[in-house]
């Protein structure tokens, strides 16, 4: 089964930084996209960064480009979030989330992915 947890969430002020990670098990993790999305309250869960398996490119929303990076380490099955000069529209649960390897991954499509984390929450303050 596979299974993804999330950790490095907390709060902090606007300028700041945190690093968030994501532990994959019961797969592969070296094969497969890894992804972050974000979800506010009273908004849809939105796409944040992407990197495909072998990490050589990475994908990121125009909101967050410039500020935050995605990385992953294969021999750790962990893929990481550096989210730096944070904004108080930041502010949501983070969730990183895998899919099940199809072909044509529409990767900024919540609904390409198969399995997710339960989320960690991410605070700034004004």
């Known amino acids: 089964q596979v299974q993804l947890v999330e950790s490095g969430g907390g709060l902090v002020q606007a300028g700041g930084s945190l690093r968030l990670s994501c532990a994959v098990s019961?797969?592969?993790?070296?094969?497969?996209?890894m992804a972050w999305f974000r979800q506010s309250p009273g908004k849809e869960r939105e796409f944040v960064a992407a990197?495909?398996?072998?990490?050589?490119?990475?994908y990121y929303a125009d909101s967050v480009k410039g500020r935050f990076t995605i990385s992953r380490e294969n021999t750790k099955n962990t893929v990481y979030l550096q989210m730096r000069s944070l904004k108080p529209e930041d502010t949501a649960v983070y969730y990183c989330?895998?899919?099940?390897?199809?072909?044509?991954?529409?990767?900024?499509?919540?609904?390409?992915?198969?399995?997710w984390g339960q989320g960690t929450q991410v605070t700034v303050s004004s």
């Open positions: 989330a895998t899919d099940i390897g199809r072909s044509g991954l529409r990767i900024t499509v919540v609904s390409e992915y198969d399995y």
């Open positions: 990197i495909r398996w072998n990490g050589i490119i990475p």
């Open positions: 019961g797969r592969t993790f070296s094969s497969y996209t």
